[in-house]
Structures are given as structure tokens and as C-alpha cells.
């Protein structure tokens, strides 16, 4: 885990890729969250500039909604603050939350979106027919990936 010393400063480094991974990766693939099927659930994602307060200004909205924050992930990336949280609610009081937290001044800055959760029909998709994972390392630059050349680099699938 990469964290503290190595994060401190204005710096976007190697560093702070590493701590964004790891925070998609736990939030998304091993969330320890279990969708309530007697609640909504809600995700809220937030980027603005660096401000101390922040997280306990959202926080304190979700909180005089009736929301309930079940798991989150912060980052501070150079000059800017990054917000990603699970929120569940009673159905009732969704829309409520929703409205009030895209209608809040304070959070204005933060560029606030917020994401109403569906269960997924667990055996009511198609099984994939093949999955790829593909990890690139080098200069910044706008590729097309198609099959023909997944194939020409001898990658098997």
C-alpha cells in the first residue's frame, strides 16, 4: 500500500496512481457492501479543488436526509479532492437526498454526481464468451485497439 509520506505534496505521481487503483479496486471488485434489498442505495461522486471540510460538509448532507454512508473512498490528487461514497437511504427518502445534495450551494464546487443503484439480476445476463485484461506502460498517446491486433501481438484469448 502506498500512503502518507508518499502522497504528500503537489506532486501526481506514480505514487498516487497506485492509491487511485487501489481505491476503484475496493470500492468496485471486493466492496464489502451488500445491496439491502429494503433499501435504495445511491453512489456519490465528487471532484473539486482541495478544501478542508469537505468530506464532513457531504457527510452532514447525507446525514439530515436520512442517508446512511456505507463505504467511501477520498483522494487529494495534486490541487484537487476526489469523493466516492455508497450511500443507502429508505426509498422514501431518496429522491429527497438526490435533489438535496445536487441543489446544495456548498457542494456547488465539488462538481457533485450522484448515481441511483439497481440490484443486478444475478443469472439474467449472457455469460461472457472470452475476457481480456490489458495493462500498457509508456508514453500518452491515442491508440485503437482491434482483435487484428491482439492477434498480431501474439496475445492469446
Same mark, same amino acid.
Given at each position: 500500500m502506498v500512503h502518507g509520506n508518499d502522497m504528500v505534496g503537489g506532486a501526481v505521481t506514480g505514487a498516487t496512481l497506485h492509491l487511485v487503483e487501489e481505491g476503484?479496486?475496493?470500492?468496485?471488485?471486493?466492496?464489502?457492501?451488500?445491496?439491502?434489498? $429494503?433499501?435504495?442505495?445511491?453512489?456519490?461522486?465528487?471532484?473539486?479543488?482541495?478544501?478542508?471540510?469537505?468530506?464532513?460538509?457531504?457527510?452532514?448532507?447525507?446525514?439530515?436526509?436520512?442517508?446512511?454512508?456505507?463505504?467511501?473512498?477520498?483522494?487529494?490528487?495534486?490541487?484537487?479532492?476526489?469523493?466516492?461514497?455508497?450511500?443507502?437511504? $429508505?426509498?422514501?427518502?431518496?429522491?429527497?437526498?438526490?435533489?438535496?445534495?445536487?441543489?446544495?450551494?456548498?457542494?456547488?464546487?465539488?462538481?457533485?454526481?450522484?448515481?441511483?443503484?439497481?440490484?443486478?439480476?444475478?443469472?439474467?445476463?449472457?455469460? $461472457? $464468451?472470452?475476457?481480456?485484461?490489458?495493462?500498457?506502460?509508456?508514453?500518452?498517446?491515442?491508440?485503437?485497439?482491434?482483435?487484428?491486433?491482439?492477434?498480431?501481438?501474439?496475445?492469446?484469448?
Amino acid at each position: 500500500m502506498v500512503h502518507g509520506n508518499d502522497m504528500v505534496g503537489g506532486a501526481v505521481t506514480g505514487a498516487t496512481l497506485h492509491l487511485v487503483e487501489e481505491g476503484f479496486e475496493e470500492l468496485f471488485y471486493s466492496c464489502p457492501v451488500d445491496l439491502d434489498k $429494503a433499501m435504495s442505495h445511491v453512489v456519490v461522486s465528487a471532484s473539486g479543488p482541495d478544501k478542508v471540510g469537505w468530506v464532513s460538509m457531504l457527510a452532514r448532507a447525507v446525514a439530515d436526509h436520512g442517508g446512511n454512508v456505507t463505504h467511501s473512498k477520498m483522494v487529494r490528487l495534486g490541487k484537487d479532492f476526489i469523493i466516492m461514497m455508497h450511500i443507502s437511504i $429508505a426509498p422514501e427518502h431518496q429522491k429527497n437526498l438526490v435533489h438535496g445534495l445536487n441543489n446544495n450551494k456548498e457542494l456547488k464546487p465539488l462538481n457533485l454526481r450522484t448515481t441511483c443503484l439497481q440490484r443486478r439480476g444475478t443469472g439474467k445476463f449472457e455469460q $461472457a $464468451a472470452m475476457g481480456l485484461r490489458i495493462h500498457c506502460v509508456g508514453e500518452d498517446r491515442y491508440v485503437d485497439l482491434y482483435l487484428d491486433d491482439l492477434n498480431a501481438l501474439n496475445i492469446t484469448y
